[in-house]
């Protein structure tokens, strides 16, 4: 899994933009598109502030890094089987399954979700580290696959913003490793209804708490 060097260039543009180092930050943000699609949700913030540079070199960088591989559809070969066949241990996308006919509709209405999300957040936001903040907690949250791991995206950025109740995630997370058990028991890959439960009722509860807190004092300011 290449979610460290995806991270590793994600945040590397973070800092450069900080810097004010815009063209680093676009190159680096295009390499961590290269590694992982999820900075093309990024891209609402530099077309609203009309950064129309960085978003030309951003282009250039991920075209030069197709190129090598032709520019063909096998290079979206992994993303189409992961929107297609993978789900596991989703949150909000196990809402959208119960409430939206089968087939494709719950993955293309998450999808959407996220999109409209980062293009309404990326028009009001004015700092890009808490805009990609928010954007990376909302497409773990609409994920239909969250393993472990995928969480290291939203360790950075606890460092700088705690949140107790991303943290508890964290803990309760490894819990979907007891999928192998009940593989290898029942032969069936999903998770027992109570894990998840343990896993995101405590959490949404939390994360609500924190939120209603949190505007409440941004009201009071």
């Not at 933009?17 to 609402?44: D, N, T």
């Not at 939206?100 to 936001?125: D, E, F, H, M, Q």
Request: aromatic fraction near 20%; hydrophobic fraction near 55%.
């Amino acid at each position: 899994h290449n979610d460290s060097l995806a991270l590793c260039c994600l945040l590397a543009g973070l800092v450069a933009w900080e810097k004010g180092q815009s063209f680093r930050a676009s190159f680096a943000l295009a390499a961590a598109f290269l590694g992982k699609y999820i900075s093309v949700l990024l891209l609402p913030f530099f077309l609203w502030k009309r950064r129309w540079r960085e978003v030309m070199l951003w282009i250039l960088t991920v075209t030069a890094g197709m190129v090598p591989f032709c520019l063909c559809w096998v290079m979206t070969k992994g993303a189409h089987q992961y929107a297609g066949r993978w789900q596991f241990n989703g949150s909000l996308f196990v809402a959208l399954s119960w409430l939206l006919p089968k087939g494709p509709w719950p993955k293309w209405t998450a999808a959407a979700l996220l999109g409209s999300y980062a293009l309404v957040k990326g028009i009001r936001a004015q700092d890009l580290v808490s805009l990609t903040r928010s954007v990376i907690m909302a497409a773990l949250l609409l994920a239909p696959d969250v393993h472990p791991w995928y969480f290291i995206w939203v360790v950075p950025f606890l460092c700088v913003q705690p949140a107790a109740s991303w943290l508890f995630w964290n803990c309760t997370l490894g819990l979907s490793y007891t999928v192998w058990h009940r593989f290898m028991w029942y032969h069936v890959w999903d998770l027992h209804p109570a894990i998840q439960a343990i896993e995101y009722v405590p959490f949404y509860l939390w994360f609500l708490y924190e939120s209603r807190n949190y505007y409440s004092r941004a009201q009071r300011v």
